[in-house]
């Protein structure tokens, strides 16, 4: 099943590859949940969903706690009305000036991913979101999906925080999916599509926080650019790390129209007792 929210890199197909490496658990979480598209299609009963985006985040709790009120907020934004350049920059501009509800936020938001540009989700460096309008022919709201991932999300403990505060809130029985801003594939492919920077310290960071967990005996599935670099970097934090590859279909920097398929790796942090046994 796909999100109801659109968001670059979205992985609802290939969840079903992260479940079969994540091999179980108690709990899921995921320090970059994004659209949650992940999790969506995860048969885990319980889950910790942190992201670094506090309007993402403000829109699944706002999911989790109310979906009706943000249907009913949402009907009055998905009109053919709305559907033009103005208004969509009236709302743009309402969004950024911000004191909404969380219900009225979350529709703006929801509005605004799918009437902008490709989905995309990008702020100017003052922080205001900055996409252009899409032009999209008829969009619906995506009811469904949004209803769906409200009862999913109905006791997961959805959280505003860097990836480092949601690592250190990990137990055993976890099983961590890590779908992080991934490394540029060419010194000159820098844009991430995403509102924080991410760059080789973040990686760093990421990567030294993985082979902790495993070294706590915490299973870590990493998300990354198949790059020699980046393999480099894991197998220094975690010699046990084992990779495995799936060829997806991408588009290149902000323009969604420049399709190839490129080599997703997934890096596996085998906790210190499997990898021994191996
Ligand atoms: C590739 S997306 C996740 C895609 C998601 N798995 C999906 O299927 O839609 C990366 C996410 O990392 C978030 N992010 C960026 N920097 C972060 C940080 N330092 N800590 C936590 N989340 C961060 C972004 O807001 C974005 O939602």
């Not at 252009?132 to 769906?148: D, K, N, Q, V």
Request: net charge positive; hydrophobic share 45%; aromatic share 10%.
């Amino acid at each position: 099943m796909k999100s109801y929210l659109k968001w670059p890199g979205g992985k609802a197909r290939l969840a079903k590859r992260v479940e079969s490496l994540l091999g179980g658990g108690t709990r899921l979480v995921e320090p970059f949940v994004g659209s949650g598209a992940v999790f969506l299609n995860l048969p885990f009963a319980s889950a910790l969903l942190g992201d670094a985006d506090p309007d993402v985040i403000g829109l699944h709790r706002a999911v989790q706690q109310d979906a009706e009120a943000v249907l009913a907020e949402a009907r009055a934004l998905f009109t053919p009305a709305c559907n033009d350049k103005e208004a969509y920059r009236r709302l743009r501009a309402e969004f950024n000036a911000g004191g909404q509800s969380p219900a009225e936020r979350a529709a703006l938001m929801l509005y605004l991913n799918r009437h902008c540009f490709n989905g995309l989700w990008r702020r100017s460096g003052s922080g205001a979101f900055n996409v252009a309008f899409g032009r999209p022919a008829s969009p619906e709201i995506p009811e469904e999906s949004l209803r769906a991932f409200a009862a999913k999300a109905a006791g997961a403990d959805i959280r505003h925080q860097g990836f480092e505060a949601t690592f250190a809130a990990l137990r055993q029985g976890d099983a961590v999916y890590c779908d992080p801003p991934y490394s540029p594939l060419s010194a000159t492919s820098r844009f991430t599509g995403y509102s924080s920077p991410f760059g080789p310290a973040e990686h760093d960071r990421l990567v030294a926080l993985c082979a902790d967990a495993a070294a706590r005996g915490i299973r870590v599935v990493l998300s990354e650019h198949d790059l020699p670099a980046v393999r480099e970097r894991c197998l220094a934090a975690w010699p046990a790390v084992r990779f495995e590859t799936e060829q997806v279909r991408r588009s290149i920097s902000c323009n969604g129209g420049n399709r190839f398929l490129a080599p997703e790796l997934f890096a596996v942090f085998e906790p210190i007792s499997l990898a021994a046994a191996a």
